[in-house]
């Protein structure tokens, strides 16, 4: 049997987002009930991973210093709860700097599921915009939306025809586990 992972997008969907970015570890805030759900995916046996852009990065707004300080206490968070995030991976480019791995590009997705060595269509993966669900479709994913962050807005440009939706990360998890449960 494959391992079974859950990758999420971060900011709008573990922790609150920003318009001028989440720039050091004081300004991270969880959505309420994520740092729980994602203990709930750890203690059921599955691996969380996390692929965010951070434009922030290119745009010279914190460093790579801030970040590590900021996915130390997102990872603290989630550990003080009993859970584990196993791996984030970043895109620090530029929108207009064309990589493969700034979502909507599916790189990161595809980077992580080689890692993991399982496959893409098994996959779920939780944003909350429409560059999260392009990303998740371009890889082969399972895209997932929630509508906290910019998920309601998301909503309402792509429309809910075969995508699941859930209010929000702890949602998605009670219905995710509750599938694997009766697999």
Known sequence: MTAALVILDRDGVINHDAEAFIKSPEEWRPVEGSPEAI??????????????????????????????????????????????????????????????????????LLDLVEHYGVPADSVPFVGDSVRDIQAARAAGLQPVLVLTGNGGKALAEIGQDALPVFHDLAEFVDAYLTDMRNK
Do not use: W, Y
């Open 39 to 108: 203990a709930r995916l750890t203690a059921a046996g599955v691996t969380v991973a996390v692929a965010t852009n951070q434009s922030g990065l290119g745009r010279h707004l914190f460093d790579v210093a801030a970040l590590t300080a900021i996915h130390k206490r997102m990872r603290q968070a989630v550990e003080s709860v009993g859970g584990k995030i196993d791996r984030i991976v970043h895109c620090p480019h530029l929108p207009e700097a064309g990589c493969r791995c700034r979502k909507p590009q599916p790189g990161m």
